[in-house]
């Protein structure tokens, strides 16, 4: 059965852009020779590309400066710094790009991740775009968080594990503010200058918990399970300061008591924080109050 012309027209449409993210320009002469096609097929293919394609003279088209990056790279290195993909491919040039449709057909690699909030589309769908608006605009913002009235100052948007945070200012204190968290968000009239060292904060570290506050924690963990520390940072800014026969002593600076108590839980029994004391007492408090309510429960 022939293909449908809608359906090569559109197989068209895609090549043309991926050889314009690729290499920024198509020759109009090159298209036709390599499609087969007329001048008139060539002519509108580049016209339902308009919105985003201009002519720049002797049949040459290319990208219109503001769909490409400040460097010149196409839409799918853009879309790959946002995704943070040098995570996973840390060479990702032209060859790569040419070959990401083989490997994704082939399905040679995946990548896994943390599952999405059960409520990250109504979440993106109610506050995505007043977030992106308050932030470019400077608006303080009016919002209710776990049921309590907030203004703040909103600088940025991050996804940690697939959870998406707010980062704002909240009377001089750096905050992470959970979107699912968020009930009711509203820009104020009244404008804000960003803290120059807060936005160079949050450019250096890719974390929700942030703080120029931030307190040293010292941990121990035993031989077992200590490779999965070795081989790639747990804890925020870790360091292995003492490595000894059954186990090693990590060091790291954390911003946030939550950035540390959901680790040290999931690996119970063979992590144990030694360094700072109240965090110490605060794990053992956890434990204890847990301990209590399920004994309690078992015994009714």
């Not at 016209?47 to 769909?67: C, D, E, F, K, M």
């Amino acid at each position: 059965m022939a293909t449908p012309a809608r359906s090569r027209s559109a197989e068209r449409l895609v090549d043309i852009l991926m050889e314009l993210h690729l290499n920024g320009a198509v020759n109009r002469h090159d298209l036709m020779q390599k499609f087969n096609i007329t001048e008139r097929t060539v002519y509108r293919d580049l016209n339902a590309l308009s919105p985003i394609v201009q002519h720049t003279g002797s049949g040459h088209y290319r990208l219109i400066h503001s769909v490409q990056s400040a460097h010149g790279q196409g839409l799918h290195h853009a879309m790959a710094n946002l995704l943070n993909a040098d995570n996973y491919f840390p060479e990702r040039g032209n060859a790569f790009w040419q070959n990401l449709e083989a490997r994704v057909e082939e399905n040679h690699i995946r990548i896994l991740s943390n599952d999405a909030e059960h409520t990250v589309q109504n979440d993106i769908r109610r506050h995505l775009l007043a977030i992106e608006k308050s932030i470019k605009k400077r608006n303080v913002c009016q919002i209710i968080y776990k049921g309590k009235t907030r203004l703040i100052n909103p600088y940025k948007l991050i996804n940690k594990k697939n959870i998406w945070y707010l980062q704002a200012t909240e009377n001089d204190r750096l905050k992470s503010f959970s979107l699912s968290q968020i009930s009711w968000f509203d820009i104020q009239k009244q404008t804000f200058n960003p803290d120059a060292d807060t936005t160079e904060l949050l450019e250096k570290n890719l974390d929700p918990w942030v703080s120029e506050d931030t307190f040293e924690v010292k941990i121990f963990i035993n031989n077992n399970i200590s490779h999965y520390f070795k081989r790639r940072d747990l804890l925020p800014d870790q360091e292995v300061i003492a490595e000894v026969h059954d186990g090693v002593t990590i060091r790291c600076q954390a911003a946030h008591e939550n950035q540390i108590l959901p680790l040290i839980f999931y690996w119970l029994p063979n992590i144990q924080v030694l360094e700072p004391q109240w965090l110490r007492e605060k794990l053992f408090g956890t434990l204890e109050g847990y301990l209590t309510t399920a004994t309690a429960d078992a015994v009714e």
